[in-house]
């Protein structure tokens, strides 16, 4: 039964995911936790991000704006190992709460504000995107909210969000799963469901594929934000349960 329910949470976090280039596991997540320790759902979750995000990198790799990836991934390797560091002083509850807030005020600005015309990107603050996207993927595995969050702030279009973002997650990813693995985290029974959330994922792709195509880059911007909000909800949820 368990099998069942990890496959039909990534069916739609592959639908999701797939549409907006975030979100697999802020939809997936709170699924598989009905029937798997978070000990078991993580280490799950890591592996189905990377593998999707793969898929999008090679499928947007025309559109990754390595000027901006670079930053991005400077910034991450320092947030990795503070959100580590965070993680054995501070309860994870008040770090997924803080995030969540973070994440929530952030879109509620995009709202009111009704913030339109893009921002001139510079350095300094993919640097300090990339150092809170390390530290949220490594503390409570949602590297990707603070990336796609700049990526709205300085106007990208869905393809070059996509990936950029995506390709900058692989990398991350690789940290990640690594320290997972030096760990001992991958047990055979997460093979097989991890195996089975795969399957599920790649449903979810087929599904999401002709929705995409009726997609404008108005619409995708508004639902990122969408997305960025459910991430902050679910993270805020998770910190209070």
């Known amino acids: 039964m368990e099998y069942a329910i990890i496959l039909l949470a990534w069916v739609f976090g592959g639908f999701i995911n797939n549409i907006t280039g975030m979100g697999g596991a802020i939809v997936a997540m709170p699924i598989m936790t009905l029937v798997l320790p978070i000990n078991i759902a993580i280490p799950v979750s890591c592996i189905c991000g ?6 999008l990198t090679v499928s947007h790799i025309k559109y990754v704006d390595f000027k901006t990836l670079l930053p991005l991934t400077a910034g991450c390797i320092p947030g990795v190992w503070a959100g580590v560091a965070i993680l054995l002083h501070v309860p994870a509850d008040f770090l997924q709460i803080g995030i969540g807030l973070f994440l929530i005020l952030y879109c509620l600005w995009q709202y009111y504000s009704r913030l339109i015309a893009k921002h001139k990107e510079n350095i300094c ?10 530290v949220s993927n490594s503390s409570i595995s949602f590297g990707g909210p603070p990336a796609y969050a700049y990526s709205i702030y300085v106007g990208w279009d869905r ?27 991958f047990t055979q029974e997460i093979f097989y469901l991890t195996l089975s959330a795969l399957i599920g994922m790649g449903t979810g792709i087929l599904l999401s594929a002709p929705v995409i195509k009726k997609i404008t880059n108005a619409n995708y911007r508004i639902l990122l934000i969408i997305t960025i909000f459910i991430s902050g909800t679910v993270c805020i949820l998770q910190g209070l349960l």
Do not use: D, R
């Open 50 to 55: 990377a593998v999707i995000c793969t898929y």
């Open 125 to 134: 603050l993919a640097l300090i995107t990339g150092f809170f996207s390390g």
């Open 159 to 185: 393809n070059k969000a996509i990936g950029t973002i995506s390709f900058f997650y692989c990398l991350l990813s690789v940290v990640t799963i690594y320290k997972q693995a030096e760990a001992g985290l």
